[in-house]
């Protein structure tokens, strides 16, 4: 068999010194955080307002929740499921579900009940972590239909603070439960003083979380991702990014998604650092944020950058502690780039990533700068790491040349060996263990890899190929357009025509005939968009990915 043109890895030439060095994680998260807190017991290890836990508080806390739930039944390799949002309850919940054992299963707070029904049940889950608000309201029901679950703590994000910014922790407390309800507060519970169980730790072969995909197409499938897969992309982030140990990091993205598990709280522990929390994304919020902790490192989608770069308040003194700013989780288009930099000094640093392989897979060197191709103007994500392999294939999985389309292919100690329970999508997705991601790009003779877009949202008009993201980028250069979204509709005469959703930055005025008449002067003629609609906000994910699936559907 013909090696892989690929397996060269050029793009090493272009990583650094800290970058091409081999790394040794730690087995897993645990043990990073257990190094941690003999390093430096009395650091802040999470900061939440006006709130600070320690390292060494932290430790304890988690061991008092690993220890109750170890009380209540749960066994090693159960799983427990964590639905929070960005708050000190998520870190103390995932450590003390880790410390008793077991795997976890991250949920997004914005699921509705039969979202996380289906996950608790698919899951096997045998205890639950939520929001006292979302089990009072839906979450109690959706627990006591699914099958397995038997321990349940409720949080309220208003505690292990004081400051109740109304703007996000705006809720009241709720009455204190009923004896019949089974459900135990969580920060009570984490006070009470239990020992973690013992005989219980975990090796990085062990699966750590089973992480849903995002479900922006179909029914989500969890993605088995180990310790070690976690802990090598935690390392990569710590080793070759120069931010120095103890820095704060700002968790932009949310911690339930990969990207905000791995590239800020896996990454800011294996650096002893300390992680800032502020519930959920509220742009104001963020902002005063960094004018407190003067963060060294956050990560976020491009939809977050592009509401932080609209704020009114928003100045190049609230970004001046960053020593790297990543955007990671949707497409990061060229024009946010440079008006950011333009207008509050850091360059955005593109990167790409998938559940599947543990968050990043590649992304820009700090030393270096994007390129944009110039006859797409796509922004390049990054190149691969120096023990990854990305390869782009054609529908036969054989490689493509440089410079040519095709679905890109990723190999390496990050990707995932396996989904729950879905042998056939399993084989489907990672044959011979690489995985196939749907995505649609090609790789330059450099190294740099550009993604194009999804394989299925291509949208074929009258036989010429469409891809929404070079569409999306032309409408991003306009002065008035906030977010940007192209879909294909049906259409008898070309059989898909181009339609563009689009949102307003903040007090701008567009007509959508000048926008489509705007794209129409600088695309060809097949794939300007001949529908614009303009909304007040655009349908997102909770970690900030334009739901293309719902502009899609009949409205």
């Known amino acids: 068999m013909t090696e892989s043109i690929y397996a060269a890895r050029p793009w090493t030439a272009l990583l650094s010194e800290a970058q091409l060095a081999p790394v040794h994680p730690a087995e897993t998260l645990v ?24 390292y060494r508080e932290a430790d304890a806390l988690s061991d008092s929740v ?5 009380r209540q039944g749960l066994e090693r390799g159960d799983r427990v499921a964590v639905m929070l949002q960005n708050t000190p309850h998520f870190v103390l919940a995932l450590l003390g579900a880790w410390k008793a054992g077991a795997t976890v299963v991250p949920l997004n707070p914005m699921y509705k009940a039969g979202e996380a029904g289906h996950v608790l049940d698919d899951a096997g889950v045998r205890a639950l972590v939520c929001s006292e608000r979302a089990w009072a309201s839906y979450l109690r029901a959706a627990a006591e239909a699914a099958s397995g679950v038997r321990i349940v703590l409720t949080a309220c994000e208003r505690d292990l603070q004081s400051t109740d910014d109304p703007r996000v922790l705006g809720f009241e407390r709720l009455p204190a439960p009923g004896p019949d309800d089974p459900a135990a507060d969580l920060v009570a519970v984490a006070r009470q ?21 995002s479900g922006t197409s179909g029914t989500p ?6 310790h070690g897969n976690i802990m090598v992309n ?31 709280l896996a990454a800011c522990v294996a650096n002893a650092g300390t992680l800032v ?33 609209a704020h009114p308040e928003a100045t190049p003194e609230h970004f001046a502690s960053f020593k790297v700013i990543s955007s990671g989780g949707a497409p990061l288009p060229p024009a946010l780039v440079e008006r950011f930099r333009d207008g509050f000094g850091p360059y955005l640093r593109n990167g790409y990533g998938l559940t599947e392989c543990t968050a990043p897979c590649a992304s820009v060197p700090p030393e270096r700068e994007a390129p944009v191709d110039p006859a797409s103007g796509t922004l390049s994500v990054g190149v691969p790491g120096p023990d990854t392999v990305v390869r782009i294939t054609d529908e036969n999985g054989d490689d493509v040349p440089f410079g040519e389309l095709g679905e890109i292919a990723v190999r390496g100690p990050q990707v995932v060996s396996s989904y729950w329970n879905l042998p056939e999508a399993t084989e489907a997705a990672f044959p011979d263990g690489e995985l196939r991601t749907g ?3 090609f790789m330059d003779a450099q190294g740099w890899l550009y ?30 357009v906030r977010e940007a979204a192209v879909v294909g509709v049906p259409d008898a005469y070309r059989g898909e025509s181009v339609r563009a959703y689009v949102s307003l930055r903040p007090g701008a005025e567009a007509d959508p005939a000048a926008l489509s008449a705007y794209c129409e002067e600088r695309l060809a003629a097949y794939k300007y968009p001949r529908e614009v609609e303009i909304l007040a906000e655009l349908p997102k994910t909770a970690s900030g990915k334009i739901l293309r699936r719902e502009l899609r559907s009949p409205r």
């Open 31 to 54: 043990h990073a955080f257990r190094a941690a807190v003999d390093r430096a017991p009395d650091r802040t290890a999470l900061a939440y307002f006006d709130g600070r836990l320690s």
């Open 66 to 70: 690993a220890g109750h739930l170890a």
């Open 193 to 213: 003083g239990h020992a973690a169980p013992e005989g219980r730790a975990l090796a990085a072969g062990d699966t750590a979380l089973i992480s849903y995909t």
């Open 221 to 226: 499938k969890g993605a088995m991702n180990s």
């Open 234 to 264: 935690a390392e990569r982030q710590r080793a070759g990014h120069p931010v120095e140990e103890g820095s704060a990091y700002f968790a932009l993205a949310p911690l339930f998604h990969i990207t905000g598990m791995v590239c800020q």
């Open 277 to 309: 929390l502020a519930h959920r994304f509220e742009a104001g919020v963020v902002l005063d944020a960094f004018a407190e902790h003067r963060p060294a490192y956050t990560v976020g989608p491009s939809t977050a950058f592009m509401a932080l770069a």
């Open 439 to 441: 995505d649609i790009g």
């Open 451 to 480: 993604v194009v877009d999804r394989k299925k949202d291509m949208i074929n008009a009258s036989g010429f190929k469409v891809w929404p993201r070079e569409v999306e980028d032309v409408l991003h250069t306009h002065p008035a």
